[in-house]
């Protein structure tokens, strides 16, 4: 049996850039805004504040949002938008859930796979990070995703040994693509 609580979709990273952090009452009405976000989807998201030396964000299932102190110390409002509004599309589109049915359904059929798991994660990563940059433009808010995975930036051996996530290059050349249909 799988145990959904095992697999979250993180985003974890180590920085030196500084900006001017966020307020705590800025990061509460960003909060406010992706629980707004999400009963539009008729989900109840929690957004809950781990202490945490890392910068890191995470969504469990039953849209459980967590996000690192770290990260609200290092980032101003428009990046933890980013980085909240994009846990927001993996708590919306249920990709915790999914993603224990893919591997459940794989396995009983016998063709489970792990790269092919790490290439469905890695779509959804893509489709997490459109969302929050299509909830951004569409309500007006300021959504600096690209900010945002700048500063996360990991070392490149990172994604190599963490295949679940694409490189912050490709994820910055598909935000960049969004707009280009519009
Ligand atoms: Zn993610």
Redesign the pocket.
């Known amino acids: 049996m799988i145990k959904k609580t095992l697999i979250a ?3 974890i990273v180590t920085c030196a850039v500084m900006v001017q952090a966020a307020t705590p009452e800025e990061y509460n009405k960003v909060f406010n805004e992706a629980i707004g976000l999400c009963s539009v989807y008729k989900k109840k998201c929690t957004i809950e504040v781990i202490e945490h030396p890392k910068m890191w ?3 469990g299932a039953d849209a459980r949002i967590q996000v690192s102190t770290e990260l609200l110390r290092r980032m101003n409002e428009a990046q933890v938008r980013g980085a909240i509004f ?2 927001v ?2 708590a919306v589109m249920e ?1 915790v859930e999914t993603t224990s049915e893919h591997i459940a359904i794989q396995k009983l059929n016998g063709t489970f796979d792990q790269e092919k798991l790490y290439e469905y994660m890695r779509v ?2 893509y489709r ?2 459109r969302f929050a940059v299509l909830a951004g433009f569409f309500t007006f808010r300021n959504v600096d995703l690209k900010g945002a995975l700048t500063i996360l930036t990991p070392p490149e051996e990172y994604y190599n040994q963490h295949k679940t ?1 694409p490189s912050t290059a490709d994820r910055i050349k598909a935000i960049d693509n969004i707009f280009r249909g519009f």
Do not use: I
Request: hydrophobic share 20%; aromatic share 0%.
């Open positions: 979709l993180t985003c964000a995470q969504t994009h846990e599309g993996h990709h959804n990563e997490a990070d996530h």
